[in-house]
């Protein structure tokens, strides 16, 4: 469902059509370029006036001319593609497309060299470019007129991507890479394409340009823009044994409906609740406004936003539709605009008040709410009152293992099952709601970016226990304290440890390196690529590698809060790691 609103009619489905793209790269002296082109802004065409790679749908007049391709061959093709035939019928109508909308021709003489088209009749060219553009000739035509063959070996395979579930037109495209052919120049068509233009991926993606993009150029100019040259992304491109099919999703933001990509934050979101593709389900966070994750459980986001907190502190409610019998799970602060939008958005009657710890961004809210509700509290005290909330007492000390049951009514009612999770707070708990497999994090895990470990209540080798104790448990979901829904937990929980056991690697290697070093030295070292305004918060979460590290004897502090490695330590390290 979309919000507090009911959901629309799903879309038709429409039937998808095969597609082949090709990216041309080359070199200058500002590094690699792109060719990219404008396409005719025309009614009813869902892509006019963008600016795009080369390439279009696949032609039935190219399938089975395989003869006329050189430097591939229809089984290493197919197997590259993961089809059990016709792979190479992608790269013709890549090639082809590239030949009609942009005039370079990958193709090879009779002496194996790059088809010379300065030396072609000019006026012939263009015919047989109008010629495939109204599908009166196919690229075997093309090769039997110039007596060539198509150069099918210079192209890599770079993607795979699929239009957005909900589009009227669906496009299941393949994209290639390759270097543009030398001597020849690149023209548009004057039909589909307007202008050609040749950029770096910034250039391109600079928005004083104005050029408009699909989510699917964007994303591979951005992708391109960490190569400093074309061989770099050619090579990169072949060195990939497996290409995944990327799909993007539909969603509603403040201009309206817009794709969204892998790896942007509400695409987990969207798809869970959006699996029809109506393109309703808001992907920009709305403080106050509630949203429907499922029958069982709403959202409402607190108007705190900020480095810190991300789009603000998650507040959930949890229960069964029309029993007045609902637990809050974090309230969050203590803010009378955040205050009225939760009593505002109550699905019923709250009678129970959850909290996950009670750092100032989850717990203050608890005693307005409780005012208001009557409500008992459970939850527990942090070991150490700093960073804290002072005012939070629960009724009920929450224990491992504690279930609370909730819009019980006439039916079973849905479960919420206490994980005690410490690390990030010592008295940090998850809800685990059991029916979803759905596990509210408050900040034991978040969305885009990892939590901060704040000595003495914070400890890092606490934490990391924590993390790997949530494997043993089923779960689909994470709803996380800050941040939109997230999918496959466990990998999430891997990427975390990950994460962090990488961080400490390079603590521990900037001792070694720097002997006799201070925090406030290490972290304008270890978080270089942070941003500065986040290392005071970060040097807390360094701390707290170091103490783990102390407590594992491979480091030590003197009495002037300078760090080094432990005798131990360096004798288990390698001279060139000492180094």
């Not at 090879?108 to 109204?134: K, P």
């Not at 708990?429 to 939590?451: A, N, R, Y």
Request: proline share 7%; charged share 25%; aromatic share 6%.
């Amino acid at each position: 469902m979309l919000d507090s609103k009911s959901p629309s009619e799903p879309p038709r489905t429409a039937k998808s059509r095969a597609a082949a793209s090709l990216i041309v790269v080359r070199d200058s002296p500002g590094g690699l370029q792109v060719l990219l082109l404008r396409r005719a802004d025309r009614e009813g065409d869902q892509n006019g006036g963008a600016t795009v790679f080369p390439g279009g749908l696949l032609d039935d007049s190219d399938r089975g001319h395989y003869e006329r391709c050189i430097g591939l061959d229809d089984a290493t093709a197919s197997d590259r593609l993961a089809l059990p035939s016709h792979g190479l019928h992608y790269w013709v109508a890549a090639l082809r497309e590239c030949f009609e909308e942009a005039g370079l021709l990958f193709a090879l003489d009779a002496g194996s060299c790059t088809v010379d088209l300065a030396s072609r009749d000019a006026d012939e060219l263009r015919a047989m470019r109008g010629a495939l553009h109204a599908n009166a000739i196919g690229m075997a035509d093309v090769c039997a007129r110039l007596g060539v063959r198509l150069d099918a070996g210079a192209l890599a395979y770079h993607s795979h991507w699929m239009t957005p579930l909900g589009m009227p037109k669906i496009f299941d495209t393949r994209f290639f890479i390759a270097r543009a052919p030398a001597g020849q120049a690149a023209s548009a068509d004057g039909t589909e394409t307007v202008e050609v233009l040749w950029l770096t991926p910034r250039e391109a993606l600079d928005p004083a340009r104005g050029l408009k993009f699909l989510l699917v150029t964007a994303q591979t100019l951005r992708a391109l823009s960490t190569f400093a040259d074309a061989g770099a992304a050619i090579a990169a491109a072949r060195a990939r044994r497996e290409v995944p099919m990327t799909r993007p999703r539909i969603g509603r933001g403040s201009t309206g409906k817009r794709p969204i990509a892998p790896g942007e934050p509400a695409f987990a979101e969207v798809g869970r609740l959006d699996p029809e593709g109506r393109g309703d389900v808001g992907i920009e966070p709305v403080p106050g406004r509630p949203v429907w994750l499922s029958p069982n459980v709403m959202r409402v986001i607190a108007p705190n936003g900020s480095l810190m907190t991300g789009p603000g502190t998650n507040g959930y409610f949890v229960g069964t539709p029309g029993v007045d019998d609902w637990a809050l799970i974090d309230p969050g602060p203590d803010d009378a605009r955040h205050i009225e939008a939760l009593l505002a958005a109550a699905p019923g009657k709250v009678t129970r008040i959850l909290v996950t710890h009670t750092h100032k961004d989850h717990s203050p809210a608890v005693a307005a709410i409780r005012a208001a509700t009557g409500a008992p509290t459970f939850g527990r005290v942090a070991e150490h009152p700093e960073w804290q909330d002072a005012t939070f007492s629960p009724d009920h000390v929450v224990e491992e293992g504690d279930r609370i049951v909730v819009g019980q009514g006439d039916g079973p009612g849905v479960t919420l099952r206490a994980v005690r999770t410490p690390g990030h707070a010592s008295n940090h708990v998850c809800w685990l709601l059991e029916e979803e497999k759905l596990l509210f994090t408050g900040d034991h895990l978040m969305q885009g970016s990892t939590v901060v470990i704040n000595p003495p209540d914070g400890d890092m080798a606490v934490y990391l226990h924590s993390l790997e104790r949530l494997l043993e448990e089923d779960l689909e979901w994470l709803a996380p304290g800050h941040g939109f829904l997230i999918d496959r937990p466990h990998d999430e929980v891997r990427k975390t440890v990950a994460h962090r056991l990488a961080r400490e690697a390079l603590v521990l290697a900037d001792v070694f390196a720097h002997p006799a070093t201070t925090p406030e030295a290490m972290v304008e070292r270890v978080y270089a690529a942070v941003d500065r305004r986040l290392h005071p918060v970060a040097l807390r979460s360094l701390r707290a590698h170091l103490f783990k590290l102390r407590d594992q004897a491979q480091v030590d502090e003197d009495e002037a809060g300078r760090w080094r490695a432990t005798s131990s330590s360096v004798e288990g390290v390698s001279p060139g790691r000492r180094r």
